[in-house]
């Protein structure tokens, strides 16, 4: 399983939106991240910076079945009114490098 870290920033004035829109995602969504292989997905939130935690069993997978998933194509549509930087599944995303760990 892989851990990959992600940052994403919001739009100004879009965090309470954001929020809300996370407090409860389409069950479609969910089905479509855990046959994925998303083990889990954590959100942190400092200003408008997002800060991900993906648990996952192969990241370049689980984008390539998410991609063009009906499931998420809405999702990413949404996302894209809120996030600075639409995801749009086209880069070679690896997520952020580690730099230092506490075993």
């Known amino acids: 399983m892989e851990q990959i ?3 994403t ?5 879009k965090e309470q939106e954001y ?3 996370h407090a409860t995602i389409p069950v479609a969504l969910d089905e479509a991240l ?5 083990r889990s997905w954590r959100i942190w939130r400092s200003g408008r910076d997002l800060f991900h935690l993906v648990e996952v069993d192969d990241y370049p ?6 991609r063009d998933h009906p499931a998420n194509i809405p999702w990413q549509a949404r996302m ?7 995801d ?4 070679d995303d690896h997520g952020l490098g ?3 760990h506490l075993p």
């Open 5 to 7: 870290a992600l940052h």
């Open 19 to 21: 929020e809300r829109v």
């Open 61 to 66: 997978a689980m984008r390539a079945a998410l």
């Open 9 to 13: 920033r919001l739009k100004p004035g």
């Open 34 to 38: 855990r046959e994925a292989g998303v």
């Open 88 to 91: 749009d599944y086209s880069g």
């Open 98 to 100: 580690r730099v230092w």
């Open 80 to 86: 894209a009114e809120l996030l600075e930087v639409e």
